[in-house]
């Protein structure tokens, strides 16, 4: 009877959590949408811009900051210095997708963008959900982190800002799925759709030369069918504006870079240390190859993959990555898909608590942004957590073998 009352409790709890996320995400949605100068501020008035240009101009013009300028002014409704237009630095086979999306009318291009990033998170988490059921986990536990991953916050941001997160989570999830069931082309396959976020995808794809070569094989492929499309799309003259674009927003200094808002190691540094910018960044920069280089020593030694590295990799590619923000948490629903399938084989963490975890990080962060101490702080202990915990649990499970031999 007790137990009884107490999986009542739970499961009121659960529902409670799901319900209270689903209307702050509502409430928040209808505001910006309503809000000319909310929805204008978000990240998809340059893909808007982007697609537009493209509209009228053609492709190759997209990187145009003349022609951004005047299309975000449109949108804004005021004019705009240099310094204030929202670049548009994202790779060039997204344009013609944005060409066919966007239209003059801002909100209804803003509403048929995120439907499109929702179904390429949706396919990202069912794709997830395969390498549960291959480890025998039940179907209510999947539909239930499927919600509960589909309601994650950085999920929700990466909405409300428009950004095309959901393209490298789902190639992350194409290459873990690949991992895990060894078809290593498909693994290759799936990191190629992370260039959209080059730093990471370099991250993930250089540690697997050694042991993984045809995952390394089939990235170079797929990325190079998705460079030459590129350059086709652009042409001499647009690729040119293009690399001006990167080499631009790559110092950090440009509008909408906001580096110390950032959760990564540039991020932690600006907040916390009074040291020139330029010296902060290149500490960045370095620590992102020392990062490489780790990850290649960790890939390097054996091709199981129950240790936990999937899940390191990841938070350690967020961590050390030069430009990342908020939305780009997202990719931590693979070191916590990780976790459901390590507590299925090992009890830890027991799989009830597992499978909750996307909305139990969802409530903490939301909570966190009350204050800027945890809001800067609380992302860091989370990544930490999902990092260390299945080394620390196959640390405990191999003791307490040896214990019982």
């Not at 949408?33 to 492709?59: C, K, L, P, V």
């Not at 990191?191 to 995952?215: F, Q």
Request: aromatic share 10%.
């Amino acid at each position: 009877m007790q137990n009884l009352g107490r999986l009542t409790l739970r499961r009121i709890a659960l529902f409670t959590s799901i319900l209270s996320l689903i209307i702050s995400y509502a409430g928040i949605w209808v505001r910006l949408i309503n809000s000319r100068a909310e929805r204008t501020g978000a990240d998809f008035i340059h893909f808007y811009s982007a697609g537009r240009i493209a509209q009228e101009y053609g492709i190759s013009h997209v990187y145009n900051l003349d022609l951004q300028q005047n299309y975000e002014e449109e949108q804004v409704g005021f004019a705009l210095v240099p310094g204030q237009v929202l670049p548009f630095n994202h790779l060039p086979y997204i344009v013609p997708i944005l060409k066919l999306i966007v239209s003059t009318d801002y909100v209804g291009s803003f509403c048929r963008w995120d439907l499109l990033i929702i179904c390429l998170f949706i396919a990202g988490i069912v794709i997830l959900g395969l390498g549960l059921k291959q480890a025998g986990i039940d179907r209510n536990s999947i539909l239930l982190s499927g919600i509960g991953a589909f309601l994650f916050l950085p999920v929700f941001v990466s909405l409300q800002n428009g950004q095309d997160t959901a393209l490298v989570f789902l190639g992350a999830s194409i290459w873990v799925y690949g991992l895990l069931s060894k078809r290593d082309m498909l693994a290759g396959v799936g990191l190629s759709l992370t260039t959209t976020r080059p730093h990471i995808s370099l991250m993930l794809a250089i540690p697997m030369v050694i042991r993984y070569r045809k995952v390394f094989l089939g990235f170079l492929f797929s990325a190079g069918i998705l460079a030459t499309l590129s350059v086709f799309l652009l042409g001499a003259f647009g690729t040119r504006e293009f690399i001006d674009v990167l080499l631009l927003t790559a110092g950090g200094n440009w509008y909408g870079t906001h580096q110390e808002a950032m959760l990564n190691l540039i991020g932690l540094l600006l907040r916390t240390h009074p040291l020139n910018a330029g010296i902060l960044r290149m500490a960045g920069w370095i620590f992102y190859g020392v990062a490489i280089i780790i990850l290649c020593v960790l890939w390097s030694r054996k091709r199981d993959l129950q240790d936990g590295r999937l899940g390191l990799t990841i938070t350690l590619a967020i961590f050390a990555v030069p430009h990342l923000h908020f939305h780009d948490l997202s990719l931590l629903l693979i070191p916590v898909y990780e976790l459901i399938r390590l507590g299925a084989r090992d009890g830890r963490p027991r799989k009830e608590i597992a499978v909750i975890l996307p909305i139990a990080i969802s409530i903490l962060l939301l909570v966190s942004n009350a204050a800027p101490l945890l809001r800067y702080s609380v992302p860091y202990l989370i990544m930490f957590g999902l990092a260390v915990y299945p080394y620390y649990s196959n640390l405990k499970l191999s003791t307490a073998t040896q214990h019982r031999a």
